[in-house]
């Protein structure tokens, strides 16, 4: 009769200690889905498309510092739109397109004597991402070329710079201009858009 | 008391069910579009007895007709790729495959050892809201969540999706219970057409080291190849975009050495391989199109065959009798695709988009 007795305590003690349990989880659901609910109201955030990084940064009233840079009197800003940038330069020397893999959109680079324009598409228009000097034949807005040294890149661009492995970056808001240096000589000038790398 | 009980149960087991539900619903199908997001989901269905097993990112699984490596030498292959998949999702996405089975050859291709840091969550979940859960899934996920990922959006998808309950679209609803089937073991066929026209410069880096990150996770998957006895193959596909550098090419072949692995660069054997950037390609060089998988799996095939002595199954009849309906289903698909190009001018039912003159 005490062992029955002493069980029965010890169900009684489980069923306790079980419905304290389930209340729990019901309580920690009931949030959970009160939770889901309540961001669901402002979360416009979601969305399974390509992330654009510039998205976040802009706000209509907001105006965010840019390079642009001069070529033949065409003012090419990076991340503006690239139909009127590209009309008022004429025609390429070459051009090349590449799909990403998988998200629909393509990115275009386009080639000029001396110059190199990638552009990529967001929202079905396509931007500038980036302009390259491909020679010595033409220099950045402050006459920095390739070949020349990187003490006429700080003397010319001042030191605040960012250097990683051999290239110095100037940030100007969501846009950079970045000099490659090898054995002391700039090998590559780009203006463009601060962005991950995608295949 | 019971009688309560069982209410709360009931009541608990009504709310997650309304939760999953829910979250059934409001995640993207990647069928109409983007139908790369499906691809990983798709191997669990599959008999899981593979003698090779591909992973890795677009250039394997838009590149190698597991069908023309059965037709041809009774290799019985999947792909477990996806777009932009990095190399810890890889490491993951083995460390998972060993779990259901045990290939003799893993081939993976090293394009992704560019990249050393996360990405883009769009191209993450492609890859990990596939994957069932499991411990691999949850490592591959915390190794590739960006700056603000959490951990969390990924296990419960609906925290992340559920503001698409006001963007659903018709194929939310007509895949809800089944999704139907648009690969071939791994393979996304493509028939159409559109030449090489000119190649992408390559721009000078910074660095041509290839990240230390990307090294370690390389060598887990030649370490855990080795645990299990797994012949691991490292190879680059053919494509000529993204650019692969030399630099990053005598890296790989200088790793591929070291450690006793067997690597193709298939850049440099596109005449061996009959490939031809005139006409086997679809996206002017970024993957091959039908013809170019199937000359390159043939190519490829006879390789792995002869080196590394694979069993050619054609002759098991129950196993040539399921590899028949893969391939009926191939040779349809292949067929509606040609259909919708000589009518269309592109596959209009493929998810292609209309070519647009420049």
């Not at chain 1, 069923?15 to 109201?41: D, E, P, Q, R, Y």
């Not at chain 1, 080639?111 to 220099?139: A, C, F, R």
């Not at chain 2, 005449?271 to 950037?277: K, R």
């Not at chain 2, 799996?297 to 694979?310: P, Q, V």
Request: aromatic share 12%; net charge negative; glycine share 4%.
């Amino acid at each position: 009769m005490g062992i029955l007795r002493t069980l029965a305590q010890k169900n009684q003690r489980t069923i306790k200690n079980g419905g304290i349990m389930l209340k729990k989880i019901t309580v920690f659901l009931l949030i959970t889905l009160m939770f889901i609910m309540l961001i669901g109201c402002n979360d416009e955030s979601v969305d399974n498309n390509e992330t654009d990084p510039q998205e976040s940064n802009v706000t209509e009233t907001e105006v965010i510092e840019s390079y642009t840079y001069t070529y033949n009197d065409t003012k090419i800003e990076i991340n503006s739109k690239a139909e009127p940038i590209l009309d008022d330069l004429g025609e390429e020397i070459s051009y090349f397109e590449s799909e990403s893999c998988a998200f629909p959109g393509l990115d275009k680079v386009y080639t000029y004597p001396g110059l190199e324009i990638q552009t990529y598409e967001k929202d079905g228009i396509d931007h500038i991402l980036s302009v390259n000097i491909l020679d010595d034949t033409i220099g950045t807005n402050k006459g920095i070329r390739l070949f020349d040294s990187s003490s006429k890149v700080i003397e010319t661009y001042g030191e605040n710079y960012e250097e990683n492995t051999g290239q110095y970056i100037y940030k100007k808001g969501e846009t950079k201009l970045s000099f490659l240096i090898k054995d002391d000589e700039v090998i590559a000038i780009e203006y463009a858009a601060i962005v991950k790398e995608e295949n | 008391m019971l009688k309560k009980n069982l209410i709360r149960i009931l009541s608990i087991v009504l709310l997650i069910t309304i939760l999953l539900s829910i979250q059934r619903l409001v995640v993207p199908k990647y069928m109409d579009d983007i139908v790369e997001g499906s691809l990983i989901e798709t191997y669990y269905g599959e008999e899981k007895d593979h003698d090779v097993v591909f992973i890795g990112d677009c250039e394997v699984y838009e590149n190698f007709s597991p069908i023309t490596l059965w037709e041809d030498f009774g290799i019985k292959s999947f792909i477990r790729g996806s777009a932009q998949q990095l190399i810890w999702q890889s490491y993951y996405l083995m460390e998972e495959t060993l779990k259901y089975e045990k290939p003799e050859v893993i081939v993976f291709n090293v394009l992704s050892m560019k990249y050393n840091e996360p990405q883009n969550e769009a191209y993450n979940r492609m890859t990990l809201d596939g994957m069932k859960l499991s411990m691999s899934k949850i490592k591959s996920i915390q190794a590739s969540m960006t700056d603000d990922e959490k951990i969390i959006d990924y296990i419960f998808p609906i925290l992340r999706f559920h503001s698409r309950w006001s963007k659903l679209e018709a194929q939310d609803f007509k895949y809800y219970f089944n999704k139907e089937k648009i690969f071939h073991n791994g393979y996304y066929m493509r028939v159409d057409t559109k030449p090489v026209e000119s190649f992408p410069r390559k721009k000078p880096l910074a660095d041509y080291r290839l990240g230390e990150n990307a090294y370690h996770y390389l060598e887990k998957m030649t370490e855990l190849a080795k645990e299990n006895d797994i012949e691991l193959v490292l190879i680059k596909a053919p494509t000529i975009y993204p650019v692969w550098y030399d630099e990053w090419d005598i890296q790989i072949e200088n790793y591929a050495a070291e450690n006793d692995l067997m690597y193709l660069n298939f850049l440099d054997l596109t005449e061996e391989a009959n490939i031809d950037f005139r006409k086997h390609t679809y996206d002017g060089g970024l993957h091959l199109n039908l013809q170019g998988a199937e000359n390159l799996s043939k190519y490829f095939g006879k390789i792995l065959a002869d080196t590394y002595d694979l069993t050619d199954h054609r002759s098991n009849n129950n196993t040539a009798e399921i590899w028949d309906e893969k391939s009926d289903f191939y040779y349809s698909m292949k067929e509606a695709q040609y259909f919708d190009l000589n009518k269309y001018g592109y596959l209009k039912n493929f998810g292609a988009k209309k070519p647009t003159n420049n």
